[in-house]
Protein backbone atom coordinates (compact mmCIF):
# COMPACT_ATOMS: atom_id res chain seq x y z
CA UNK A 1 0.00 0.00 0.00
CA UNK A 2 1.40 3.57 -0.52
CA UNK A 3 0.13 6.92 1.26
CA UNK A 4 1.17 10.57 1.03
CA UNK A 5 1.66 13.18 4.18
CA UNK A 6 1.83 16.52 2.95
CA UNK A 7 3.10 18.58 6.03
CA UNK A 8 0.86 22.07 6.22
CA UNK A 9 -2.56 21.93 5.09
CA UNK A 10 -2.02 25.97 3.85
CA UNK A 11 1.16 27.58 3.99
CA UNK A 12 2.01 31.55 3.47
CA UNK A 13 4.93 33.31 1.96
CA UNK A 14 5.98 36.71 0.92
CA UNK A 15 6.54 37.38 -2.51
CA UNK A 16 9.80 37.03 -3.22
CA UNK A 17 10.57 34.20 -0.36
CA UNK A 18 11.80 30.71 -0.45
CA UNK A 19 8.73 28.37 -1.20
CA UNK A 20 9.55 25.22 0.93
CA UNK A 21 5.75 22.51 0.66
CA UNK A 22 6.38 19.26 1.87
CA UNK A 23 5.81 15.76 1.68
CA UNK A 24 6.36 12.06 2.97
CA UNK A 25 5.79 9.07 0.90
CA UNK A 26 5.22 5.41 1.95
CA UNK A 27 5.76 3.13 -0.59
CA UNK A 28 6.25 -0.88 -0.73
CA UNK A 29 7.78 -0.53 -3.79
CA UNK A 30 10.27 1.93 -5.54
CA UNK A 31 7.52 4.65 -5.85
CA UNK A 32 7.26 7.41 -8.98
CA UNK A 33 6.58 10.34 -7.47
CA UNK A 34 4.73 13.62 -8.84
CA UNK A 35 3.98 16.86 -8.02
CA UNK A 36 1.03 18.59 -9.37
CA UNK A 37 -0.67 22.16 -9.28
CA UNK A 38 -4.62 22.81 -9.28
CA UNK A 39 -5.86 26.66 -9.92
CA UNK A 40 -9.36 27.66 -8.78
CA UNK A 41 -11.88 25.75 -10.73
CA UNK A 42 -9.25 23.88 -13.29
CA UNK A 43 -8.10 20.37 -13.07
CA UNK A 44 -4.42 19.14 -11.92
CA UNK A 45 -1.19 20.39 -13.84
CA UNK A 46 1.70 18.92 -13.95
CA UNK A 47 4.50 20.36 -12.41
CA UNK A 48 7.33 17.67 -12.27
CA UNK A 49 7.97 14.61 -11.53
CA UNK A 50 10.50 12.05 -10.03
CA UNK A 51 11.14 8.34 -11.65
CA UNK A 52 14.30 6.98 -11.34
CA UNK A 53 18.15 8.36 -11.65
CA UNK A 54 18.90 12.01 -10.36
CA UNK A 55 17.30 12.79 -7.04
CA UNK A 56 16.82 16.41 -7.60
CA UNK A 57 14.43 16.92 -10.39
CA UNK A 58 13.41 20.80 -12.11
CA UNK A 59 9.93 21.22 -13.28
CA UNK A 60 8.20 24.16 -14.61
CA UNK A 61 7.18 27.88 -13.06
CA UNK A 62 10.84 27.42 -11.52
CA UNK A 63 9.89 24.81 -9.05
CA UNK A 64 12.22 21.45 -7.98
CA UNK A 65 11.88 19.10 -5.81
CA UNK A 66 14.06 16.33 -4.35
CA UNK A 67 13.80 12.45 -3.69
CA UNK A 68 15.60 11.59 -0.13
CA UNK A 69 14.87 8.03 0.06
CA UNK A 70 16.67 7.98 3.61
CA UNK A 71 13.93 10.22 4.90
CA UNK A 72 11.19 9.06 2.14
CA UNK A 73 10.42 12.89 1.28
CA UNK A 74 9.93 14.85 -2.05
CA UNK A 75 9.82 18.14 -0.72
CA UNK A 76 9.04 21.18 -3.46
CA UNK A 77 11.28 24.51 -3.23
CA UNK A 78 11.03 27.61 -5.15
CA UNK A 79 13.66 30.14 -4.57
CA UNK A 80 11.53 33.10 -4.99
CA UNK A 81 7.69 33.29 -4.78
CA UNK A 82 5.21 35.20 -7.47
CA UNK A 83 1.33 35.91 -7.22
CA UNK A 84 0.79 33.57 -9.52
CA UNK A 85 2.03 30.42 -7.76
CA UNK A 86 -0.50 30.72 -5.30
CA UNK A 87 -2.57 27.57 -5.62
CA UNK A 88 -3.10 24.13 -4.20
CA UNK A 89 -0.43 21.88 -4.69
CA UNK A 90 -1.03 18.19 -4.29
CA UNK A 91 2.12 15.65 -4.21
CA UNK A 92 1.27 11.87 -5.31
CA UNK A 93 2.90 8.73 -5.37
CA UNK A 94 2.48 5.47 -7.65
CA UNK A 95 4.06 2.53 -8.69
CA UNK A 96 5.22 0.99 -12.09
CA UNK A 97 3.50 -2.44 -12.40
CA UNK A 98 0.52 -1.74 -15.01
CA UNK A 99 -2.76 -2.12 -12.83
CA UNK A 100 -0.94 -0.45 -10.43
CA UNK A 101 -0.64 3.08 -11.35
CA UNK A 102 -3.33 4.67 -9.59
CA UNK A 103 -2.02 8.01 -8.06
CA UNK A 104 -2.10 8.24 -4.09
CA UNK A 105 -2.51 11.40 -3.30
CA UNK A 106 -1.58 13.91 -0.27
CA UNK A 107 -4.42 16.17 1.21
CA UNK A 108 -2.68 19.09 -0.58
CA UNK A 109 -1.41 22.88 0.66
CA UNK A 110 -2.81 25.70 -0.01
CA UNK A 111 -0.10 27.99 -1.21
CA UNK A 112 -0.68 31.57 -0.30
CA UNK A 113 1.54 34.58 -1.63
CA UNK A 114 1.37 38.02 0.46
CA UNK A 115 2.46 41.08 -1.91
CA UNK B 1 -1.25 18.29 -29.10
CA UNK B 2 -4.93 18.96 -27.62
CA UNK B 3 -5.71 17.98 -24.07
CA UNK B 4 -7.54 15.94 -22.03
CA UNK B 5 -11.43 17.15 -22.62
CA UNK B 6 -13.99 16.77 -20.34
CA UNK B 7 -17.98 17.30 -21.20
CA UNK B 8 -20.30 18.78 -19.27
CA UNK B 9 -18.01 21.30 -17.23
CA UNK B 10 -20.82 21.55 -14.74
CA UNK B 11 -24.25 19.39 -14.21
CA UNK B 12 -26.78 19.63 -11.55
CA UNK B 13 -29.19 16.97 -10.78
CA UNK B 14 -31.27 16.16 -7.49
CA UNK B 15 -30.75 13.11 -5.80
CA UNK B 16 -31.89 9.65 -7.13
CA UNK B 17 -31.22 10.53 -10.48
CA UNK B 18 -28.43 9.38 -12.97
CA UNK B 19 -25.61 10.98 -14.69
CA UNK B 20 -22.82 10.32 -17.55
CA UNK B 21 -20.04 11.99 -17.03
CA UNK B 22 -17.34 12.40 -20.94
CA UNK B 23 -13.54 11.97 -21.32
CA UNK B 24 -11.45 12.52 -24.14
CA UNK B 25 -8.11 11.56 -23.73
CA UNK B 26 -5.01 12.97 -25.54
CA UNK B 27 -4.14 11.66 -29.09
CA UNK B 28 -2.45 8.06 -28.63
CA UNK B 29 -3.16 7.81 -25.21
CA UNK B 30 -5.22 4.49 -24.69
CA UNK B 31 -5.24 4.77 -20.99
CA UNK B 32 -8.23 6.66 -18.82
CA UNK B 33 -8.16 6.97 -15.61
CA UNK B 34 -11.36 8.39 -13.07
CA UNK B 35 -10.99 10.75 -9.62
CA UNK B 36 -13.42 12.20 -7.92
CA UNK B 37 -12.04 15.06 -5.66
CA UNK B 38 -14.29 16.40 -2.56
CA UNK B 39 -13.10 19.26 0.19
CA UNK B 40 -13.46 15.76 2.98
CA UNK B 41 -11.96 12.78 1.23
CA UNK B 42 -9.79 15.05 -1.17
CA UNK B 43 -8.52 13.15 -4.32
CA UNK B 44 -9.39 9.26 -4.83
CA UNK B 45 -8.97 6.84 -7.70
CA UNK B 46 -12.34 5.70 -8.91
CA UNK B 47 -10.99 3.35 -12.27
CA UNK B 48 -8.78 2.86 -14.57
CA UNK B 49 -9.43 1.97 -18.11
CA UNK B 50 -7.08 0.66 -20.73
CA UNK B 51 -7.88 -1.31 -24.34
CA UNK B 52 -11.72 -0.51 -23.49
CA UNK B 53 -10.92 -2.90 -20.10
CA UNK B 54 -11.46 -2.14 -16.80
CA UNK B 55 -7.47 -2.33 -15.53
CA UNK B 56 -7.90 -1.24 -11.91
CA UNK B 57 -10.48 -0.29 -9.42
CA UNK B 58 -10.63 1.81 -6.30
CA UNK B 59 -13.21 1.72 -3.27
CA UNK B 60 -16.37 2.87 -4.42
CA UNK B 61 -19.55 1.62 -4.62
CA UNK B 62 -21.42 -0.39 -7.61
CA UNK B 63 -23.07 2.69 -8.56
CA UNK B 64 -19.95 4.06 -9.95
CA UNK B 65 -19.17 2.08 -12.90
CA UNK B 66 -17.40 3.47 -16.29
CA UNK B 67 -16.61 2.01 -19.93
CA UNK B 68 -14.29 3.32 -22.27
CA UNK B 69 -14.72 2.88 -26.64
CA UNK B 70 -12.28 1.51 -29.65
CA UNK B 71 -10.88 5.04 -29.57
CA UNK B 72 -9.90 5.41 -25.93
CA UNK B 73 -13.32 7.93 -25.04
CA UNK B 74 -14.20 7.30 -21.94
CA UNK B 75 -17.82 7.48 -20.03
CA UNK B 76 -18.56 7.28 -16.23
CA UNK B 77 -21.71 6.80 -15.19
CA UNK B 78 -23.03 7.49 -11.40
CA UNK B 79 -26.66 6.14 -10.59
CA UNK B 80 -28.97 6.57 -8.02
CA UNK B 81 -27.07 9.99 -7.25
CA UNK B 82 -27.02 10.70 -3.49
CA UNK B 83 -25.83 14.08 -1.96
CA UNK B 84 -22.44 12.91 -1.13
CA UNK B 85 -21.81 12.70 -4.56
CA UNK B 86 -21.15 16.31 -5.29
CA UNK B 87 -18.04 16.40 -6.43
CA UNK B 88 -15.41 17.18 -8.93
CA UNK B 89 -14.78 14.54 -11.35
CA UNK B 90 -11.42 14.36 -13.08
CA UNK B 91 -10.33 11.99 -15.91
CA UNK B 92 -6.67 11.81 -16.50
CA UNK B 93 -4.63 10.38 -19.62
CA UNK B 94 -1.73 8.22 -20.18
CA UNK B 95 -0.14 6.10 -23.04
CA UNK B 96 -0.91 3.28 -20.69
CA UNK B 97 1.33 0.26 -22.02
CA UNK B 98 4.41 -1.17 -20.77
CA UNK B 99 5.85 -0.88 -17.46
CA UNK B 100 7.62 2.22 -15.47
CA UNK B 101 6.05 5.50 -14.76
CA UNK B 102 3.30 6.50 -16.95
CA UNK B 103 2.74 9.84 -16.30
CA UNK B 104 -0.94 11.39 -16.13
CA UNK B 105 -2.65 14.35 -17.77
CA UNK B 106 -5.87 15.55 -16.03
CA UNK B 107 -8.30 17.29 -17.62
CA UNK B 108 -10.77 20.55 -16.15
CA UNK B 109 -13.09 18.16 -14.41
CA UNK B 110 -16.92 18.09 -14.36
CA UNK B 111 -18.10 19.91 -11.15
CA UNK B 112 -21.67 17.74 -10.17
CA UNK B 113 -24.32 19.13 -7.66
CA UNK B 114 -26.41 16.86 -6.66
CA UNK B 115 -29.68 18.60 -4.48
Known amino acids: AQSVTQLGSHVSVSEGALVLLRCNYS??????LFWYVQYPNQGLQLLLKYTTGATLVKGINGFEAEFKKSETSFHLTKPSAHMSDAAEYFC?????????????FGSGTRLQVQP | KAGVTQTPRYLIKTRGQQVTLSCSPI?????VSWYQQTPGQGLQFLFEYFSETQRNKGNFPGRFSGRQFSNSRSEMNVSTLELGDSALYLCASSKGAGTGVDTQYFGPGTRLTVL
Open chain 2, 27 to 31: SGHRS
Open chain 1, 92 to 104: AVSDGRPGRRALT
Open chain 1, 27 to 32: SSVPPY
